[in-house]
Structures are given as structure tokens and as C-alpha cells.
């Protein structure tokens, strides 16, 4: 499939999964997922329950790994935070 991009953004009220492809100069969304937290797991944007927001994350991510036949083992995040610090983990 090339050079496939998956992103996360997890906000206070859902997660959104997008898997998108360089075309050009340009990102072509392939796909897309979107799953609100079942309970009060963020609250101002802030992780409140590591455990709750990570339970969404994966099924995101498995939902999305499944209808496009690949394993994502890479993902560019989006999570606001005021104690956030960034990071890159291999």
C-alpha cells in the first residue's frame, strides 16, 4: 500500500483513527475511525483514566488494522495537555 500514515487524535470526548497516504503534495485519507470514550475518561482535555483511553485507542486501532488488511506499529498522535511533554519512543 506504500507509505501509509496512521494518526491518533485523542480528545476529550472521542478518539479519531485516520489512515492516509501521501499523494503529491497532498494526504489522501484511506480511512477513518471514530469512537466516543464510554465514560468520563478525559476531562479539559486531560487523561483521567489511562486504562478507559487506552481501551478506546486499541479498538480503534484493531477496527482500523482489520479493514485495511496491515498491522500499524507507528502512530503520530494528537493529545492536548497542559502536563503533557513530547517524546519519541522506537
Known amino acids: 500500500m506504500g507509505d501509509i500514515i496512521f494518526s491518533l487524535d485523542i480528545g476529550t470526548r472521542n478518539v479519531v483513527g485516520i489512515v492516509a497516504k501521501m499523494e503529491g503534495d497532498t494526504y489522501k485519507v484511506i480511512d ?19 486504562e478507559k483511553v487506552s481501551s478506546v485507542v486499541r479498538v ?22 497542559r502536563a503533557l511533554k513530547t517524546q519519541k519512543v522506537f
Open 32 to 50: 477513518y475511525e471514530i469512537m466516543e470514550h464510554p465514560d468520563r475518561a478525559m476531562y479539559d482535555g486531560q487523561i483521567h483514566d489511562i
Open 60 to 81: 480503534v486501532k484493531e477496527k482500523l488494522e482489520e479493514r485495511n488488511g496491515q498491522t500499524f506499529n507507528y502512530v503520530s498522535i494528537a493529545a492536548a495537555g
